[in-house]
């Protein structure tokens, strides 16, 4: 698989270079950081929280289901992160790919983060990763409509369905 392709499924294009200057210039402005700290409902997105980590749904999804896993110190690559947060992320990101499992039974998932911008971060000073389920054929899985993504279900079924399944 093109590695292009492959990527292509946590494009991060939907934040402006302007917003990653205004959000990741430090924790005060972090929107990331700001996520950390609220409680876990559909509101904010926030899904599960562990004492270092949490998952939220991503607010601009390539598909239905499309979380982000992140520690909740604001660090920007994996050598910064302690060896206790490095294990309570890994685990973290494990239990939402299980969730995702569980709750889609989709035909795959993709893991995976971009680390820096050159690499298609967003929001490169905050490391996060993304898993999304996916099905085989699923190029059509969301219609373009001009420059709007249209999702076959909402962001609030997506938190109740995987929040379900993350047994909380
Ligand atoms: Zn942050």
Redesign the pocket.
């Known amino acids: 698989v093109p590695l292009e392709r492959f990527s292509a499924a946590w494009r991060e294009s939907y934040v402006s270079g302007e917003e990653v200057k205004a959000h990741a210039r430090d ?1 005060g402005t ?1 929107v ?2 700001a996520l950390g700290a609220e409680e876990v409902s559909a509101e904010s997105g926030v899904l599960w929280r562990s004492e270092l980590s949490y998952v939220v749904l991503n607010a601009f999804p390539y598909g239905s289901g499309h979380l982000l896993v992140l520690p909740r110190r ?1 660090v920007a690559t994996l050598g910064e992160m302690t060896a206790e947060e490095y294990g309570d992320f890994a685990g973290v990101w494990r239990l939402a790919a299980a969730a995702l499992e569980a709750a889609y039974r989709p035909d795959g998932l993709n893991l995976g983060m971009n680390l820096g911008q050159a690499a298609g971060a967003g929001i490169p ?2 490391l996060h990763a993304h898993v999304l389920p996916r099905w085989s054929g699923d190029t059509n899985f969301m219609t373009s409509v001009g420059e709007t993504r249209v999702l076959p279900e909402s962001l609030a079924a997506t938190w109740a369905k995987v929040h379900h399944h993350l047994g909380a």
């Open positions: 924790e972090c990331f950081c604001h000073k905050h």
